[in-house]
């Protein structure tokens, strides 16, 4: 009989009890879904911070814990490393792993604050035969399944176009790409065209992110995609596929999927029993990288099709920097947002207090 997988945990966090940054725990979703796998041990975890790593490990039976993670990489030899930091510490958290030879990684998103760090991650993980995978979760929900399902069984007609709009294109926007590839079943995009507004800027898990952002988008297929972020983003909706003949939303409230096609009357709706940010989701994501590393395919979250969503918000600042349209692969690797912002190109004002 097989042995069970080894898992290791750099970053821990507190459990998400208040919402602050510090709070969100991720390390705690990805724990349950290794434990529902059923073939895994917790072996060790690693925080800067001793009081996270004794809490996490107590409530998962972890037997050893660190502050530092190389320490643990050198000792522990574990064959999975879920990594649940924050995104400047990823790269060297990755290529620690993939050098420490594990065989998956699995890492919060966003990858990383630059697409040549992205790009370096993704390579060495690829050179050592390390799975690697992001925490694009949403893949797995029932509401985005659903409003895929009505995309292409022809109750919109062919799909032209989709929309989106969140908080910013980093942190969140990450997601809502990640899902525009989901819907139009992973084309690739040709271009990108965007601008960003940094009139204020704010941080979110110690990266800037834009205070406004427009980001339009078309694929190989046709498709075109729009994305707005920030300062007045409503669109009436979290995301918007518009067919031929008709159009689905994806909706943070219940009813979370709407519809309406061709014959159709009026708006019509699913009823879902998943909302769009269900834990159940990491779960599932957990689930299928193990299969995945088991039966040697590439799993939902891979690193591929999360570079995709990547390289579309690097284009975006870019597009913003030289002020014109950016045909991919994407050249520049750093990120324009942050060259900007050092450079003093972008001058934000200091933020508002309410």
Sequence with gaps: MPR??????????????????TGFGMAYGHARGYQATGRCDLVAAADIKR??????????GVEHTYLDYKEMLRREQPDIVSICTWP????????????A?????????????????????????????????FDHQRRFLEPFQRAK????????????????????????????????????NENPVRWVLGQ?????????????????????????????????????????????????????????QQPHVRFRGK???????????????????ITRGIIDLLDALEKRREPELSARRALQA????????????????????LKAKDSALLSMLASGDLKPKPRRRR
């Design 101 to 133: 030879k594990v065989k998956a990684i699995h890492c919060e998103k966003p990858i990383a604050p630059t697409w040549g760090e992205a790009l370096r991650m993704v390579a060495a993980c690829q050179r050592q035969r390390v799975q690697l995978t």
């Design 196 to 252: 960003i507004d940094a009139s204020y800027c704010h941080e979110v898990f110690a990266l800037p992110h834009e205070h406004q952002a427009i980001c339009e988008f078309k694929f190989e297929n046709g498709v075109r995609a729009l994305m707005f972020t920030g300062y007045d983003n409503d669109i009436g909706c979290a995301n918007r596929l518009v067919g031929t003949q008709g159009t689905v939303e994806v909706h943070e």
């Design 263 to 281: 014959g159709i009357g009026g708006w019509r709706t699913i009823e879902t029993k998943e909302n769009l940010h269900g834990g159940e989701a």
């Design 88 to 99: 400047h510490l990823h790269p060297e958290m990755v290529l620690a792993a993939a050098n």
């Design 310 to 329: 990547t390289e579309v918000i690097f284009a975006t600042y870019e597009s913003s920097r030289r002020r014109a349209r950016i045909d991919l692969p």
């Design 4 to 21: 069970n997988h080894r898992v290791a945990f750099i970053g821990t966090g507190r459990r998400w009890q208040d919402g602050r940054p």
């Design 51 to 60: 009081r996270n790593a004794e809490v996490f490990a107590a409530e998962f």
């Design 149 to 184: 399902a009505l995309a292409h069984d022809g109750t919109i007609g062919e799909l032209v176009r989709l929309e989106a709009a969140c908080p910013n294109m980093m942190d969140w926007g990450t997601h809502w790409l990640d899902m525009m590839f989901f819907y139009n």
